[in-house]
């Protein structure tokens, strides 16, 4: 079962991009520590280590495509994120996709992205325009 969602941000490309694929950043943004995860292959974790991944392909300010899971999905099942940033007037558009969601934990999933991700990084770039 694939996610798909969309949102419209109010900072550059370049700001919800570093959001993304900087972990202590994001946990700095969400109040859920997080580190690692500036270059293609690099490790991260979120959530207080809750979630963990790798950077997969990185094209600055365009793409981000994950391999993530949380920790109490089985050993070896990975999740795939895919981040689309377009520039949309003085804003982004990022559209989600993400696959391999165990069946479970896929409405978790689904309805999580909003309150932990696009919620947080809304009200942290409205405070930078």
Not at 23 to 44: D, H, L, N, R
Request: charged share 20%.
């Amino acid at each position: 079962m694939q996610i798909h969602l969309e949102t419209t941000l109010p900072a550059a490309p370049e700001r919800v991009y570093e959001l993304l694929t900087n972990g202590a950043k994001f946990g700095e943004v969400t109040g859920q520590p997080g580190k690692g995860g500036g270059s293609a292959g690099a490790y991260f974790s979120l959530f207080n280590d809750w979630l963990e991944g790798r950077q997969i392909e990185l094209v600055p300010n365009e793409r981000i495509v994950q391999a993530w899971r949380f920790m109490n999905w089985e050993p070896g099942v990975y999740s795939i994120v895919r981040f689309t940033l377009t520039p949309n007037g003085d804003g982004t558009k990022l559209v989600v996709d993400q696959e391999g969601v165990p069946e479970a934990f896929h409405e978790h999933v689904k309805t999580n992205w909003k309150p932990f991700y696009f919620e947080p990084f809304a009200k942290h770039l409205e405070g930078l325009a």
